[in-house]
């Protein structure tokens, strides 16, 4: 991992992002809410910016990458739309 001194891009308030961080975690999957799926979440760098990566390890996999923490389209909304969540 490494923190890149000077550049706010990667905190929010008292939180820091360091480029390399990597986590997983079994959640809700986006294909089918009755089942769950492995999550991966990367911070990377990108021209000096933050990007945000999310990998959805179901069937099809879905990655969604953003510039911002802020998630402007969340799976809960996309299975409502597709009509797998009752």
Request: aromatic share 6%; glycine share 6%; with cysteine.
């Amino acid at each position: 991992m490494q923190i890149l001194p000077g550049n706010n891009r990667f905190k929010a308030g008292d939180i820091v992002y360091p480029v390399g961080f990597r986590t997983s975690r079994k959640h809700i999957s986006m294909v089918n809410a009755s089942n769950k799926c492995v999550y991966t979440s990367e911070v990377m760098e990108l021209g000096g910016k933050p990007l945000y990566r999310v990998t959805c390890h179901d069937d099809p996999p879905e990655t969604v990458e953003n510039t911002s923490i802020q998630v402007r389209n969340p799976p809960s909304r996309r299975l409502e739309k597709s009509g797998n969540v009752s």
